[in-house]
């Protein structure tokens, strides 16, 4: 195996430009994963029969797919489906957001009933309404518990981000490819595209340990 890193050096700045990219789509699918998945997870504890079975169906379609399925249909679909044409970012941040919902649903819905059942009994028992009960006793408690997990989340989304190259979107991958296929050497762009993506992981887990260990105190 012959490497050679020098026709791509010029072009390093180039492909580190997708960071940006990647990390905002994946900080942007985050969030609104978050709050989705919030919603779905309510869903899913209350009592109301119809939300459990259609929370349930949200889920098992997200998670029962794969993702770049999801992508490609929002965006390829989306004149047929919407009327026009969703851009290749903001199709990424949709598919992404979408998916993610289905992950953290099922992620805060096990950080709530893993809250102790005495309190929720004893805010009942005080008459604290279904909302503020949720909104200010359990689910920050949930939060708390459930933060290394929604880390590992947003790791996983920043990996996986990478697909969204197949629809045009600039991020690392895609650059990386445009450099191959500019110098004619596939290797070494890629193979750099990847030590960006492991140094960036690593620093979320980095990160991730630290809140953890934060918590923890």
């Known amino acids: 195996m012959n490497l050679d890193f020098t026709d791509i050096i010029p072009s390093m700045p180039y492909i580190m430009e ?29 009592t109301i029969k119809p939300l459990i079975w259609l929370s349930d169906f949200y889920t098992s379609i997200f998670r029962g797919t794969p993702l770049v399925l999801q992508l ?46 005495g309190q929720r009994e004893a805010a009942m028992a005080l008459g604290v309404p279904y909302s503020s009960m949720m909104a200010n006793i359990i689910l920050p408690q949930a939060y708390k518990n459930i933060l290394p997990a929604l880390m590992n989340e947003f790791i996983t989304l920043t990996k996986e981000s990478a697909i969204v190259t197949t629809i045009g979107v600039m991020d690392i991958m895609r650059r990386a490819y445009q450099v191959g296929g500019q110098t004619f050497q596939y290797l070494e762009p890629l193979l750099f595209a990847g030590l960006i993506y492991y140094v960036l992981v690593m620093i979320l887990t980095l990160i991730g340990k630290m809140l953890e260990k934060r918590l923890q105190h």
């Open 18 to 46: 997708g960071v940006y990219t990647t990390l905002q789509i994946a900080a942007l699918a985050a969030l609104f994963g978050f709050f989705l998945g919030t919603i779905i997870a309510l869903c899913k504890i209350t």
């Open 72 to 117: 490609m249909i929002i965006y390829f679909a989306s004149p047929q489906l919407f009327g026009f044409q969703i851009e290749g970012y903001w199709a990424a941040v949709l598919a992404f957001s979408l998916n993610s919902a289905a992950y953290i649903s099922e992620i805060i819905r096990g950080g709530v009933l893993a809250v102790d059942k």
